[in-house]
């Protein structure tokens, strides 16, 4: 059965510094993977995906991920941190075994303070 | 493009009431997913329909039910409802399937009395 871990509830990180959101997945096929953000009383967001080809993914907001099957992870980056980035972040999962149902983690509130 | 809506936007309703969420898709995309969040459980998988066919089902109560009509839009029915019922029910909306990123609407926030 697919499967999405976020093993942090909270990230805590200064503006300016470097974040990371960690992500890990288990699929039996092969996985499209997926980071979504949401900001309070909103929608989520897309922020970049994984289908295929190079391993580092960038998306919006300067917001980039690194795929590594032979960890089964998808860690969310960025460079240096904005207070404006502090929300919840989903990553999620879907694979043809899983009838490509999305499958979301619990979600990450990252906090930036200035 | 305008992006997914959902109406309403928030709804009161009691026990045993039942309830209808519309979802309109950005134009042009044929595939509908409906999704429960709430801070117990994160984002639950409800449904996802494509050419108004049912293509996958989350583990909900038969209570929960949805269709899609030929235009792509999708309603969400939640009959003889319960307190645990109360979430934000977000629709999300994606060109096919498979690959594609999924956008999601603002979410109908439903509350149970």
């Known amino acids: 059965a697919q499967s999405v871990a976020q093993p942090e509830d909270q990230v805590n990180v200064a503006e300016g510094n470097p974040l990371t959101v960690k992500c890990t997945y288990s699929?039996?096929?092969?996985?499209?993977l997926f980071w979504y953000v949401q900001y309070p009383n909103r929608g989520l967001q897309f922020l970049l995906k994984?289908?295929?080809?190079?391993?580092l993914v960038k998306g919006s907001y300067g917001f980039e991920a690194e795929f590594n099957k032979s960890q089964t992870s998808f860690h969310l980056k960025k460079p240096s941190a904005l207070v404006s980035d502090s929300a919840l972040y989903f990553c999620?999962?879907?694979?043809?075994?899983?009838?490509?149902?999305?499958?979301f983690g619990a979600g990450t509130r990252l906090f930036v303070k200035a | 493009k305008a992006g997914v809506t959902q109406t309403p936007r928030y709804l009161i309703k009691t026990r045993g009431q039942q309830v209808t969420l519309s979802c309109s898709p950005i134009?042009?995309?044929?595939?509908v997913s409906w999704y429960q969040q709430t801070p117990g459980q994160g984002l639950q998988f409800l449904f996802e329909?494509?050419?108004?066919?049912?293509?996958n089902k989350g583990n909900f109560p038969g209570r929960f039910s949805g269709r899609q009509f030929s235009n792509s839009r999708s309603e969400m029915n939640v009959s003889t409802l319960e307190l645990g019922d109360s979430a934000l029910y977000l629709c999300?909306?994606?060109?096919?399937?498979?690959?594609?990123?999924?956008?999601f609407g603002p979410g109908t926030r439903l509350l149970v009395l």
């Open positions: 999300a909306s994606s060109l096919w399937m498979d690959q594609e990123t999924q956008y």
């Open positions: 699929v039996s096929g092969n996985p499209y």
């Open positions: 994984y289908i295929t080809g190079d391993n």
């Open positions: 999620a999962v879907r694979d043809e075994t899983g009838g490509f149902k999305t499958i």
């Open positions: 134009s042009g995309h044929r595939s």
């Open positions: 329909y494509f050419s108004e066919t049912q293509r």
